[in-house]
Structures are given as structure tokens and as C-alpha cells.
């Protein structure tokens, strides 16, 4: 999975044939016709409320990939005070929750020698002792 560049209309063609779930049961639940759906797998990016729909149909949280996008590659917070001190009525998330795609991801590239442990943490903002430790864990 790249997660680099997310094209989300041919990852939802790749589920609905996993999921085998009707073209005719999908066109009535997204209240659109074949030709709509086909659309929307050519389609690099769609919609929150229809990928909500998708999500649901094929109980699959597309979502998930585009966290999985901003942990790899959005920027480290600064910690700057006055970000850090902004009362907000929508919810806060932690960034640095990996999913095992992403550190399978990771290791992957350790072990294959694309990139360097310090490539990784320089790349990642993935703290060293975080990565030994998937080493350890996950890397036999």
C-alpha cells in the first residue's frame, strides 16, 4: 500500500470485488446508478459523506489510510505554546498511534534496504527507541 498517494476510487474497487457485494445492492444503498459507481472508481478522491457511505457499505474505514498518510508524512508539531494552549470544541488526536500496516510498512523498508534506521527516524519522526523496539518485536 502507498500510502503516499492515495488513489481512493480504485481502493474501493478493490474491496467491493474481496467483499463481492452486488453492484445492485451498492447502487441502492449510494442512491446512484452503475454508471456513477463506475465513476467513482476512477475517481483519486471523493467526497467525505459518500466515503462514509462506502466505508459503511463495505465495512472497510477508508478513512484509516489518509490517518495512516498524515502519521507517515504530515510535519512534527512545532509544540508551539500557542497551538499547544488553544481550547477547541472538536475532538484532539494523538498523531503517533501505528497501526501494524504502518510498522510492517517501516520494516519493510529497513529490512529491504530502501532506507536507513536513521533515514527513517529522520523521514518518519519516528523516535529511535520506538523503532528498536518494532525491531525486537515484530522484525523476526
Known sequence: MNFKDIHIGYLIKERVAETEISLSRICNFLKCNEEEIEKMYLEKSLNTEILVRWSKILEYDFFRIYSQH???YAPAST???KTKNIKSTIPRFRKNIYTR????FILERVRSGAMSKSEITEKYRIPKTTLYKWISKYGK
Open 79 to 81: 509544540g508551539d505554546k
Open 70 to 72: 498524515l502519521i507517515l
Open 101 to 104: 500496516e504502518i510498522i510492517d
